[in-house]
């Protein structure tokens, strides 16, 4: 049983439309971060949430953290084909200073 | 400021056969982890160094897994024997400062036992 859940797993689009990711769990955790992993390479780092309730964009990308500290989600504002790429949400607990991630949603954009 | 970077990036040998993988951090960072992600299924948290020191080697799956981090710059995670099940991408992340620093991932190190 994954403790961070992501959906959908796959999300296939057309250029311009918006696209959400969702993670969520039954833990709580201290931060939660969002990565971006290309093939071939490892995952790179986009934002992280640490504030309930928190919300950051960056460029089209809205991340948001939920009240509780469970659950987190990234909205991408018309997608462009360079959007593409596998989205890994991992979540942080300061006890045990290591990452937990979800199983990624692979996302494709097309031109 | 070089990455983290690792070797080799792909490695195919067979089962029972061992198989070192090597990490270099980023120059000064202290801590070094090591994930995996198996075919399928989500990353997960392998060990943790702070300097040469293992700080967490909780998600070690078995004793057939050796890391090392001697001088507390580059890591070396040794599987022998290699079993199928090992096969996967072994990720290695180091970090300048435990807590919630930024760790920042190498490109991984495909492994394939056959």
């Known amino acids: 049983t994954q403790l961070l859940e992501q959906s959908p797993q796959f999300l296939s689009i057309q250029e311009g439309e918006n696209l959400t990711v969702y993670c969520n769990s039954s833990s709580v955790f201290s931060s939660l971060q969002w990565y971006r992993q290309e093939p071939g390479e490892g995952p790179v780092l986009l934002v992280t949430?640490?504030?309930?309730?928190e919300v950051k964009k960056l460029k089209r990308l809205t991340f948001q953290f939920g009240d509780a500290r469970k659950d987190s989600s990234l909205h991408i504002t018309a997608a462009q084909p360079g959007d593409t790429g596998l989205y890994l949400c991992?979540?942080?607990?300061?006890?045990?200073?290591?990452?937990?991630f979800g199983g990624g949603t692979r996302v494709l954009v097309k031109p | 400021e070089a990455g983290v970077t690792q070797f080799p990036s792909h490695s195919v040998i067979e089962k029972g056969q061992t198989v070192t993988l090597r990490c270099d951090p980023i120059?000064?960072?202290?801590?070094l982890y090591w994930y995996r992600r198996v075919m399928g299924k989500e990353i997960k948290f392998l060990l943790h160094?702070?300097?040469?020191?293992?700080?967490?080697e909780s998600g070690m799956p078995n004793n057939r897994f050796l890391a090392e981090r001697t001088g507390g710059t580059y890591s070396t995670l040794k599987v022998q024997p290699a079993e199928l099940e090992d096969s996967g991408v072994y990720f290695c992340?180091?970090?300048?400062?435990?807590?919630?620093?930024?760790?920042?991932f190498g490109p991984g190190t495909r492994l394939t036992v056959l």
């Open positions: 120059s000064g960072h202290d801590n």
């Open positions: 992340a180091s970090s300048r400062q435990g807590s919630e620093d930024t760790q920042y």
């Open positions: 991992a979540g942080y607990k300061a006890a045990g200073n290591k990452l937990t």
């Open positions: 160094f702070v300097k040469e020191s293992k700080q967490d």
């Open positions: 949430v640490v504030t309930g309730g």
